[in-house]
């Protein structure tokens, strides 16, 4: 299972750093991303990390903001967000999948912590 933490109310221009512990028995997996949904939108990707390369994907709207990393030893992975915009609230998701940009090739989903940016 994947557990998310880190979310909570940060400024305009502040950072927040959400983690992600994945847990239970092994399975292969290719990659683990961060998704989002704020209210009245669709789920959209945020950043992914294939695991075998630590490659590297971005959505335009954070990129030079988040960074997505890991800690294999820790089976975590973390997504550091700085420069908050009040546009980047909403309930972000961990999930485990392929190296993609698609909900549905993830496979297996954290519970969503929320992220809330004041202006």
């Known amino acids: 299972q994947l557990q998310a933490s880190g979310g909570g109310l940060a400024q305009a221009g502040g950072s927040l750093r959400l983690s992600c512990a994945a847990s239970?028995?092994?399975?292969?997996?290719?990659?683990m991303g961060w998704f989002r949904q704020a209210p009245g939108k669709e789920c959209e990707i945020v950043a992914t990390i294939r695991l075998s390369d630590s490659s590297t994907y971005y959505a335009d709207a954070v990129k030079g903001r988040f960074t997505v990393s890991r800690d294999s030893a820790k089976n975590t992975v973390y997504l550091e967000m700085n420069s908050l915009k009040p546009e980047d609230t909403a309930v972000y998701y961990c999930a485990a999948g392929y190296f993609a940009i698609r909900s549905r090739d993830y496979g297996l989903w954290g519970q969503g912590t929320q992220v809330t940016v004041s202006s």
């Open positions: 239970g028995r092994s399975f292969s997996v290719d990659a």
